[in-house]
């Protein structure tokens, strides 16, 4: 009987040791989760009107940023963006980009980012891989960027601040964004260029 309760002591330690070894793995291997502040952020763009950039941003944007650069496999980035948020500083081109001739918000309200995988591309630069959907068209679609830095936020105990640059560029016309006369490229050019400056905090 004593043979018998010290073998089963003995499997429960090892049990016991063997899951207190799993939660510790797991633990370290954990990925940061990140949240962006919206006062120090912004989501940007810039197309041509006939040869001149113009600038616009999008005001509404939510993300879950999960990212460590020393576990990459585990990170990942989704951002979904509101159209109805579009702002170029002109009331009418704003309707007129969120109508059925560009956006059609409407019927496809929100643009977005999935991740399936992020890559190290050298010293602190790293590329998102994963779908972009814009109107009714998903693509492959890579977004680089640029880890500024990390540290411990001086006005917040306990919390991490990061800071991200991510620039990439798109062809509207991929993604069905002008139709009809406006699908012409001479007035509306056909490249945009995207900017975005994120400010995050760490949640855990």
Not at 77 to 100: C, Q
Not at 105 to 124: K, L, Y
Not at 143 to 171: S, Y
């Amino acid at each position: 009987m004593k043979t018998l309760q010290y073998s089963t002591l003995t499997l429960l330690f090892i049990l016991s040791a063997s899951l207190t070894q799993v939660l510790a793995t797991d633990n370290d291997n954990a990925v940061t989760a990140w949240e962006i502040d919206r006062s120090h952020s912004a989501v940007n763009f810039t197309i041509n009107h006939f040869f001149t950039p113009v600038d616009g941003r999008f005001d509404d944007y939510q993300a879950e940023i999960n990212f460590d650069p020393e576990n990459l496999e585990g990170s990942q980035i989704n951002v979904s963006i509101p159209v109805e948020s579009v702002n170029t500083r002109n009331e009418r081109r704003d309707n007129h980009l969120k109508s059925g001739d560009f956006f059609n918000s409407s019927q496809w309200p929100a643009i977005q980012f999935v991740s399936h995988s992020i890559e190290s591309r050298g010293d602190n630069q790293f590329v998102a891989i994963g779908e972009l959907t814009i109107r009714d068209v998903t693509r492959e679609f890579e977004l680089p960027f640029e880890l500024l830095g990390v540290m411990d936020h001086p006005m917040r105990e306990n919390t991490k601040v990061a800071g991200i640059v991510a620039n990439a560029q798109l062809m509207r016309t991929d993604f069905g964004v002008g139709v009809g006369d406006w699908a012409a490229t001479a007035v509306v050019g056909d490249r945009v260029n995207i900017r975005l400056n994120l400010e995050l905090l760490a949640t855990n």
